[in-house]
């Protein structure tokens, strides 16, 4: 059950000029939260702008019921939350989202993310490996400027790898060519996504192709994060009809093999 709680500010690092890193204090979020769910944050203590900012879990620390979230400055939403400073308190809902990133049955995953995209996969990450399972982990950047979290990423995973569109650093290409790669030499029972829309794409048809199991995560523009207005809503495909289901709330992870994107 989401809690609606004001929280404070604990920590506050900016990764790159407009990139930010925050660790709210709450125990009661921490304990609940799971691997792809996300907060609804309202980023001012104003009446404007109304509507709350949804942001992906990056990581719990759930024995200092601390939770980590990172965002990028993209509008004057995001820009008044990086004007908040630690020790202050936001007013923020979670954790959201039913559809969790979900590794049963699974021992060998691999993980793949592009952009800010790679947000969201930390958790799964680190919970995957220290449960004794293997994680390969795939991250892409247009190139060496937009490269971010590397050694953390490399952290919580058995096998890393780092591409760059342009091949200004580590490996050159897109890192869903070197996923393909290693899958035909060494089968993965599950790969998990979160990144732009091409990439997401190109992972769901190569997981159809393979016959692997697959999880994305998607980011859709939300207006309530309750799934309440319905903005969020993406095609879901089943064998007895079609449907829609809401990011925000069925999501914002989901199968596959099923969704339409």
């Given at each position: 059950m989401a809690i609606v709680e004001k929280v404070e500010l604990v920590k506050k690092e900016q990764i790159k000029s407009d990139i930010y890193k925050y660790s709210v204090k709450s125990d009661k979020m921490a304990n609940q939260a799971k691997p792809g769910q996300f907060l609804e944050i309202r980023v001012t203590d104003s009446i404007e702008p109304f509507l709350r900012r949804p942001i992906s879990i990056h990581n719990v620390k759930k024995?200092?019921?601390?939770?980590?979230?990172?965002?990028?400055?993209?509008?004057?939403?995001?820009?008044?939350?990086?004007?908040?400073?630690?020790?202050?308190?936001?007013?923020?809902?979670?954790?959201?989202?039913?559809?969790?990133?979900?590794?049963?049955?699974?021992e060998k995953i691999a993980i793949i993310g592009g952009g800010i995209g790679i947000f969201p996969l930390y958790e799964l990450a680190k919970q995957v490996k220290e449960s004794g399972k293997t994680v390969n982990m795939y991250l892409g950047f247009r190139n060496k400027d937009f490269v971010i979290l590397e050694n953390e990423y490399k952290e919580v995973a058995n096998n890393f790898t780092l591409a760059t569109d342009d091949g200004s650093y580590g490996e050159n290409g897109f890192a869903i060519n070197f996923l393909k790669d290693d899958i035909s030499k060494n089968p993965v029972d599950c790969i998990y996504a979160c990144g732009p829309l091409p990439m997401l794409k190109a992972v769901q048809a190569l997981a159809k192709e393979k016959n692997i199991?697959?999880?994305?995560?998607?980011?859709?523009?939300?207006?309530?994060?309750?799934?309440?207005?319905?903005?969020?809503?993406?095609?879901?495909?089943?064998?007895t009809e079609d449907t829609f289901k809401r990011v925000c709330r069925e999501g914002p992870v989901f199968d596959a093999n099923i969704v339409e994107i």
């Open positions: 024995d200092e019921g601390i939770i980590e979230f990172i965002f990028q400055v993209k509008g004057k939403g995001t820009e008044l939350l990086s004007e908040r400073k630690e020790g202050e308190l936001i007013d923020i809902i979670g954790p959201l989202g039913e559809g969790t990133f979900n590794t049963n049955g699974y199991p697959c999880q994305l995560s998607l980011e859709e523009r939300m207006g309530c994060g309750m799934g309440v207005c319905i903005g969020c809503a993406v095609k879901y495909k089943t064998e």
